[in-house]
């Protein structure tokens, strides 16, 4: 079981999901954008990002942090 949330922890925890839904809904927005101005290579582009920014997350989760 779980501990209760202090209020500290829980606005720590309210700030880092508010920073991820903003990310998420930011990537959206320019793969719509990169979608309109360049085609279907902009979703080539969005998707070489993303499997870099996948094995630096996997590099840095297998270095502990």
């Excluded at 279907?40 to 920014?53: I, K, Q, S």
Aim: without cysteine.
């Amino acid at each position: 079981m779980s501990e209760p949330l202090t209020p500290a922890e829980a606005q720590a925890e309210a700030r880092t999901a508010t920073f991820l839904f903003t990310f998420a809904l930011l990537v959206v927005v320019l793969a719509v954008v990169g979608l309109l101005l360049w085609g279907l290579p902009a979703l080539g582009m969005l998707a070489l990002a993303a499997t870099v920014l996948m094995f630096a997350m996997l590099a840095a989760y297998a270095a502990g942090f």
